[in-house]
């Protein structure tokens, strides 16, 4: 058996082989096509909160209140416009409007969810037209396939759509603690938490256990600061275009900021004088924030490069007291978030946070060991997220995969399904 062309949605077949078993057959030999918007539904005037989904170039969009079709699996595609080619799988009851095809296999004959992997390919529909692209019915139906037994098709749509229904349940996971995060900082950053590792009751549960204070509320044991009382801050080297002169060194600008990342792809080159190298050098557990761009965007210096240095647009925040970094990034994005640094950037054609307001923003300072509680339970949820960040990447890498492997009989599905079980139990999923 020879490779299995991906580009196989053409009208002239070629010379292909296939897994012994599979058949080439174009779509109009097993498929019956409908033109989208037969019922003239506008999304405008028609589409309701609820009711029959209905597909437009764009997926299901929208609900309207009748069905077009009843019990019908089908795949929908979009002919015409931005998302040419783009597939979309419709069942039970629903809807098309214009500018889709709804392409409905004959039963027995191909599985809608198999023939829905097969083609939502960008390289499968042959498109006609530039500046707006389409599909032609008569290229659409003359298209090739390569279709293996029936009761393969559903094994290998049942494999895919494991995987699909653990991405989307990992995408589920990780909207949900992004959402939760902003709560459980305001909770942390308000309430703080006890030596037992337990956050403190609310104040109107133990008011006992709280004091006024210009900003508000704060737990008793709490003291209220500015961030130049805990903090070093220091502007980074301005680059004056001195090419020839100094010591070529490593420094971080503003784009190599990212929110609680440094990107090391953005590290540039620079010269520095000798002073420079003493000034300007970072330090393990310095904070670096963000002067302009996005304003008050923070990331923790953690040595990713041995030695380097930082830029004028980049404030350095080096603890004078024991003040934790990480705690006071999480402080810039919980006040970033709520709006609460508006008053001190400055509004200019460009906005910046000068180092003068960046001095004076208030700071609440917990004693040193609640600092490592209330820090230890950020990082904990931290790495929550990543482990579900990372789960998603390997489960959309093992998806990819498997779609080239299963949909073109290099990998057979019979035996996959014997393992199939262990594979979703290393993933944390059931199949």
Not at 204 to 225: D, T
Request: hydrophobic share 40%; net charge positive; aromatic share 8%.
């Amino acid at each position: 058996m020879c490779e299995l062309r991906l580009t196989s949605g053409t009208t002239s077949l070629g010379e292909i082989k296939i897994p012994e078993g599979w058949t080439m057959r174009q779509l109009k030999e097993f498929c019956s096509f409908s033109q989208g918007g037969r019922l003239g539904f506008i999304k405008q005037v028609h589409y309701r909160t609820s009711g029959v989904p209905a597909y437009s170039a764009a997926g299901q969009d929208g609900f309207v209140e009748v069905a077009e079709f009843r019990n019908t699996d089908a795949v929908v595609l979009s002919a015409i416009g931005a998302n040419c080619g783009r597939c979309f799988r419709a069942h039970g009851e629903w809807t098309t409007l214009a500018n889709v095809q709804a392409i409905i296999p004959d039963a027995g004959a191909a599985d809608a969810r198999f023939l829905h992997y097969r083609v939502n390919r960008d390289d499968y529909w042959p498109r006609s037209g530039s500046a707006q692209p389409f599909i032609k019915p008569s290229d659409m139906k003359a298209c090739w396939i390569a279709l293996p037994p029936f009761p393969q098709q559903t094994a290998i749509a049942k494999v895919i759509d494991t995987l699909d229904t653990a991405i989307h349940e990992t995408e589920a996971i990780i909207v949900k603690l992004q959402a939760v995060k902003q709560g459980l900082l305001h909770d942390l950053l308000t309430r703080g938490v006890d030596a037992n590792g337990e956050m403190r009751p609310s104040r109107v549960n133990a008011p006992h256990l709280y004091k006024q204070s210009p900003l508000g509320w704060i737990p008793i044991e709490w003291e209220l600061s500015t961030i130049v009382k805990q903090f070093e801050i220091q502007l980074g080297k301005m680059l004056d275009g001195q090419k020839n002169s100094g010591v070529l060194k490593p420094y971080v600008g503003n784009k190599a900021v990212q929110w609680d990342r440094i990107d090391i792809g953005e590290v540039q080159q620079v010269r520095l004088s000798q002073s420079d190298l003493v000034r300007f050098r970072l330090q393990k557990g310095d904070l670096l924030v963000c002067e302009g761009g996005e304003v008050g965007r923070a990331a923790i210096w953690n040595d990713e490069i041995s030695e380097c240095y930082y830029q004028k647009a980049l404030h350095r925040l080096r603890p004078l007291q024991g003040y934790h970094p990480r705690l006071m990034l999480e402080i810039l994005r919980y006040l970033l978030g709520r709006d609460a640094l508006s008053e001190y950037i400055s509004k200019t054609s460009i906005a910046h946070l000068t180092q003068e307001k960046l001095a004076t923003v208030p700071l609440l300072v917990p004693k040193a060991d609640e600092q490592k509680r209330l820090v230890a339970i950020i990082l904990a949820d931290k790495r929550r997220q990543e482990a579900e960040e990372s789960q998603l990447q390997k489960l959309k890498l093992l998806k990819s995969g498997l779609l080239n492997d299963l949909l073109t009989g290099h990998v057979r599905v019979t035996p996959l399904l014997r393992i199939w079980s262990t594979i979703s139990s290393a993933f944390g999923r059931q199949s």
